[in-house]
């Protein structure tokens, strides 16, 4: 089953460019985590941002998170051609199963 | 971090076969791990959770005599794509949690497995 969607499903901007990705979801959460992938590969974790956070920084990278509207979003700001990627949410749960469930994800593009 | 692999990394077999990936947690000790499926261009859905020393927990939709998973220690977990077919083809990823604490942790999400069934 799939607990977020992500929106857009694909951007493409210029290098340099901010990119602005978000993802809403159902139910309740625990957290709710970033990641990328590049094409064909593994995932590699960004952030991780817990319901009672409702802003966190890495480098680059700046996620949100809104529980009373469910959504987070993830900027990157002075995008590199090195961004190119998909990027999922994930949001774990608070039943007390550690699951994580997955955004539907977005495919950025950023043309050098 | 925390490291996780997956093997093997790509496998190509054919149609009516088995087909086993590991997934090892090479540097802590995994008490849940995860596996799922990724379709080219899709999201990763989750297949099924796997705990030490129990049965798995498969997600609606899953079949269990089709998927078989084990996970007999606490570093390894196997997945078992029983007479495989081509619709059956796909990237699969396996995660695993740290056992230390029992507050939600990140999860560490091995490289993945391609399986091609011809």
């Known amino acids: 089953s799939q607990q977020g969607e992500e929106d857009p499903q694909a951007l493409s901007i210029q290098e340099g460019e901010n990119a602005t990705m978000n993802c809403s979801y159902k139910?309740?959460?625990?957290?709710l985590q970033w990641y990328r992938q590049n094409s064909g590969r593994g995932l590699v974790h960004l952030i991780l941002?817990?319901?009672?956070?409702r802003e966190k920084h890495s480098g680059r990278l700046r996620v949100t998170l809104d529980t009373s509207k469910k959504s987070s979003s993830l900027l990157i700001t002075a995008s590199r051609a090195a961004d190119t990627a998909s990027y999922f949410c994930a949001t774990a749960l608070t039943s007390g199963t550690y699951k994580y469930i997955f955004g539907t994800g977005t495919r950025l593009k950023v043309l050098a | 971090g925390a490291v996780v692999s997956q093997h093997p990394s790509r496998v190509i077999c054919k149609s009516g076969t088995s087909v086993k990936i590991e997934c090892r947690s090479l540097d802590f000790q995994a008490t849940t791990m995860f596996w799922y499926r990724q379709f080219p261009k899709k999201s990763l859905m989750l297949m099924a959770t796997?705990?030490?020393?129990?049965?798995?927990?498969?997600e609606q939709g899953v079949e269990k005599d089709k998927f078989l998973i084990n996970h007999a220690s606490l570093t390894l977990s196997t997945l078992t794509v029983t007479s495989a077919h081509p619709e059956d083809s796909s990237f699969y990823i396996c995660?695993?949690?740290?056992?230390?604490?029992?507050?939600?942790?990140?999860?560490?999400f091995g490289p993945g497995t391609r399986l091609t069934v011809l």
């Open positions: 139910t309740s959460i625990n957290n």
């Open positions: 941002i817990r319901s009672n956070e």
């Open positions: 796997s705990n030490e020393g129990s049965k798995a927990t498969y």
């Open positions: 995660s695993a949690n740290s056992r230390e604490g029992r507050t939600y942790n990140e999860q560490f």
